[in-house]
């Protein structure tokens, strides 16, 4: 019963992952709480946003 409810849930997930889109936006850095200042994205967050986009709000 558990192995069925994971492999369920995996097919799920990689349904899921397939109906996700590019960022409409690249992102090349991230601003700070510091005006006009911006950090160059880490290598996981580099990731992320390739994986997921971007936040359009916080």
């Given at each position: 019963?558990?192995?069925?409810?994971?492999?369920?849930?995996?097919?799920?997930?990689?349904?899921?992952?397939?109906?996700?889109?590019?960022?409409?936006?690249?992102?090349?850095?991230i601003?700070?709480?510091?005006k006009?200042?911006?950090?160059?994205?880490?290598?996981?967050?580099?990731?992320?946003?390739?994986?997921f986009g971007?936040?359009?709000?916080?």
């Amino acid at each position: 019963m558990i192995n069925q409810l994971i492999n369920s849930a995996q097919i799920e997930l990689d349904a899921a992952a397939t109906d996700l889109e590019p960022p409409e936006l690249p992102v090349h850095s991230i601003p700070t709480l510091e005006k006009d200042i911006y950090k160059t994205l880490s290598p996981m967050l580099q990731e992320r946003f390739k994986l997921f986009g971007h936040w359009l709000s916080c």
